[in-house]
């Protein structure tokens, strides 16, 4: 199976910061890499997939890039609704593997 | 609009079964795959299995196979996952998720809580 490797696993930040999540896999998964962000009792919400296409409605502040083993999500500024705890997943094959999830909260 | 309901919570004693159902709606049923993925109290993502709705083929996560199937019903676009032997670390929210490589469409989540 292949591992997926969040950092951190939580941070601070304050409103309107750059926030840059990590998520490493233990094999080269080309570019088969998707985002979520999960809100409490929420279902997660598709971000941005095969690692740098935003989903439809996701505002731009939040980027990705990465390819093979490193990727990152970026959030140029901080809402107030952002938030919440971000997952990275691989679809490269079977099974689908998720990060642990990085949880951001506020400073 | 697209959108995936699932059926409600669910109370269990170890060693019994569950099914949840997953309903589709607002798409072409047989177009997209969906997976199941749970999240245990406090816990991260964890992926189930997959059917693909066109074909009926199946994969699942290995540390469930034997105790986890996933059928469909293409009649009325509905996806079920049977989960069987329950176990008290089974207590989970369960969702079910249009899966396109990404999941962009996901249920509202099921709880199934296993206690004796």
């Known amino acids: 199976d292949i591992q997926m490797t969040q950092s951190p696993s939580s941070l601070s930040a304050s409103v309107g910061d750059r926030v840059t999540i990590t998520c490493r896999a233990s094999?080269?998964?080309?570019?088969?890499l998707t985002w979520y962000q999960q809100k409490p009792g929420k279902a997660p919400k598709l971000l941005l997939f095969?690692?740098?296409s935003l989903q439809t409605g996701v505002p731009s502040r939040f980027s990705g890039s990465g390819s093979g083993t490193d990727f990152t999500l970026t959030i140029s500024s901080l809402q107030p609704e952002d938030f919440a705890t971000y997952y990275c997943?691989?679809?490269?094959?079977?099974?689908?593997?998720f990060g642990q999830g990085t949880r951001v909260e506020i400073k | 609009q697209v959108q995936l309901v699932q059926s409600g919570a669910e109370v269990k004693k170890p060693g019994a079964s569950v099914k949840v159902s997953c309903k589709a709606s607002?798409?072409?049923?047989?177009?997209?795959?969906i997976s199941w993925v749970r999240q245990a109290p406090g816990q991260g993502l964890e992926w189930m299995g997959w059917?693909?709705?066109?074909?009926?083929?199946?994969n699942y996560a290995q540390k469930l196979q034997g105790r986890v199937t996933v059928t469909t019903d293409t009649s009325t676009s509905t996806v079920y996952m049977e989960l069987r032997s329950l176990r008290s670390d089974d207590t989970a929210v369960y969702y079910c998720?249009?899966?396109?490589?990404?999941?962009?469409?996901w249920g509202q989540g099921t709880t199934v809580t296993v206690s004796s």
């Open positions: 607002g798409y072409t049923f047989s177009n997209y795959g």
């Open positions: 059917i693909g709705a066109y074909n009926g083929n199946t």
């Open positions: 997943q691989q679809s490269y094959n079977t099974p689908r593997t």
């Open positions: 095969t690692a740098s």
């Open positions: 094999q080269s998964i080309n570019t088969y």
């Open positions: 998720a249009r899966d396109r490589g990404a999941m962009d469409v």
